[in-house]
């Protein structure tokens, strides 16, 4: 990963100045959307269909169908994200109906998780309001002072193996399927009609080709599609030199700047995630649309100056990274505390073995 000069030796831009800079990035283009779904929806439905015909052939190729039909649904999901943003359309209204919709094919509601995602972006690398639509992440002083079963519970969920490859059964099977009882009416109903649409949707396809056929084709896509969008809001935050604040030093740029990461990706890879890897342009201005978080980054000589750049070959070695070092005020592996440590810093977290909403 590059190495940023620390803002502590010089100042970062202030959000007054950045705005007048990004506004002409936020318009949203009907006819660029309306051209992102046509070549996004129409071969995923197609690709659905070969699956359906590959299964008289061979599962296995199935499975390499489902692998790209995967690829395109996390396109659908970023749309989805767009619309949470009031991005995708310049029309409330339309951002609404169409985001239904694309969170019924990606298994997540959408005002439930609309709301979860719009908590994420206020607190983003803020200690003292962590829980909400983030990774779960447990400073060094936090982590020791957790009894064994809190320990054991927080290693385990960050498991590569368990985060990557059980999370996405977990969270858009199982999580997604439930309201949370602190959110709101809109929320909870968003939940049930999803729910229904999803239901409907799958009894229809069964149909029209069979139970099993069903299951055989949306459980690897939507887990396969699952674990790439997992992977990639984990390596827009969770990076060595990221940024962690308590409430009265958090800072709303240094937030989007400092804590979410450029994510480098070949042209493909980035079609296919709809350039969220600008991350560090999205948190600035979540109402800029996928397809100008790149223009953004590239005109705006600041903010690409301040990425954090994040590489796909060592991307990897990120998931070593489990808890924040507050003195040294960076991601660390699990680690020893000194018997000298000092005692933890106020409003510290436990950990119930349960995944943040």
Known sequence: METRRSPFTEPLPKMAELNKLLVPYQKSSVRRSI???VNTL???FLLWYLMWLSLRVS??????????????LVRVFIFFHDC?????????????????????????????WWHSHAIHHATSGNLDKRGVGDVTT????????????????????????????LGPIYMFLLMHRLPLPRYGKKETASVIWTNLAILALAVLLSLLMGFKAYVMIQLPVIWLGGAAGIWLFYIQHQFEDSYW??????????SALLGASYYQLPRLLQWFSG??????????????????LEPAHENIPVIKKWARV??????????????????????????????????PTPKSASWDGAPPP
């Open 35 to 37: 051209l992102q779904l």
């Open 42 to 44: 129409i071969p995923y």
């Open 59 to 72: 599962y296995a190729l199935t499975l390499a169908l489902a692998v790209l039909a995967a690829g395109f």
């Open 84 to 112: 949470g943003h009031n991005s995708f359309f310049p029309s409330t209204q339309w951002n609404r109906r169409v985001g239904f919709w694309l969170g019924v094919l990606v298994f997540t509601p959408g005002e439930h």
């Open 138 to 165: 447990l400073t060094v002083d936090e982590y020791h002072e957790n009894r064994w079963f809190g320990r054991l519970g927080y290693r385990l969920f960050r498991n590569p193996l368990v985060m990557f490859l």
């Open 245 to 254: 604040e308590r409430e009265g030093q958090w800072d709303y740029v240094a």
């Open 275 to 292: 350039s969220i890897g600008f991350h560090h342009v999205h948190h600035l201005s979540p109402r800029i649309p996928n397809y100008n």
């Open 310 to 343: 994040i590489r796909l070959g060592e991307s990897l070695s990120a998931t070593r990274l489990k808890l924040w070092d507050e003195p040294l005020k960076k991601m660390v592996g699990f680690i020893r505390r000194p018997s000298d440590a000092p005692h």
